[in-house]
């Protein structure tokens, strides 16, 4: 089988912090990483390589010059290669344009069976771009996935689905797009031979090496616009409830709720 993997590399937002003083928040010192979901994506193209010989891992992704570093990490934990696409033409993409610019990235590559992404990036936070893209190649997807059986030699697959109130089976044939979830795998940690084997490869596209069309991608060509962002404020003091008896608290609880009308 042949599967490409979209990985993003991301500030690790579990290290960013709030300046209680200035309200802004820190970012000096916060690494970047492999977008968590992005890492149990990579997870199941692995363990379909493990299963069935011959299948090759493609990760990839769109970002500055530094997302190399994250896709060496991929490479270190087994894929086979890594695409970099980095060009200005592309900065400041909004979700449209992201996915415009990593389906050429994946036109490019060629004919695959499986194309895997994460759920979400911690970052952006949208979990619009994987369906979009599979929109945009014309792809069956499901997304939300947490479970995962190959049929038919590679031909479809069985998977779960998280929903809010249960699970969904659903039956699909190839090439389609998943998007995974933590709760699909753990993902392996980078073998100290993925570390030092240098033979891999790690390609770095341009916009002209993708063939996309630049009126589709980028700041300008985002339909959505970025105009202010600022650090939502500290939550207030907690606030103590009186009462003589049990009753008498409980009351003045629902009270309060009713009052805020969260009841
Ligand atoms: C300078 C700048 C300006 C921006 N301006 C805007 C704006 O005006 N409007 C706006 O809406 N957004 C803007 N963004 C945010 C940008 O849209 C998102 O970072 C990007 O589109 C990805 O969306 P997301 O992070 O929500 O990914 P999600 O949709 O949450 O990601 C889902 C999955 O898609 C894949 N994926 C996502 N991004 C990549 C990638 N780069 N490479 C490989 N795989 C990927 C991964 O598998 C990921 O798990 C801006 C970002 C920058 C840096």
Redesign the pocket.
Known sequence: MKIIV???QVPDTNEIRINPETGTLIRDGVPSIL?P??AN?LELALEIKDKNPGTTVTV????PPQAQEMLEECLAMGADEGILVSDRAV?????WA?SNA?AAAIRKVGDFDLLL?????I????????PQIAEKLGLPQVTYVTEFELEEGGKSMVVKRALEDGFEEIRIHTPCMLTAIKELNDPRYMSISGIYNKDKDIKVWNAADIEVDLTTVG?KA?P???FRSFTPKPKGKGVMLEGDTDGELAQHLVDDLKRKHII
């Not at 900065?91 to 979700?95: K, N, P």
């Not at 970052?123 to 994987?130: F, R």
């Open positions: 979209c990985a993003k977008n979901d992005d994506a990839v992704s769109m970002g900065g400041g993409s909004d979700t992201t990593l992404g994460g759920r979400q990036a970052d952006g936070d949208t979990a619009q771009v994987g700041l985002s959505t616009n970025v």
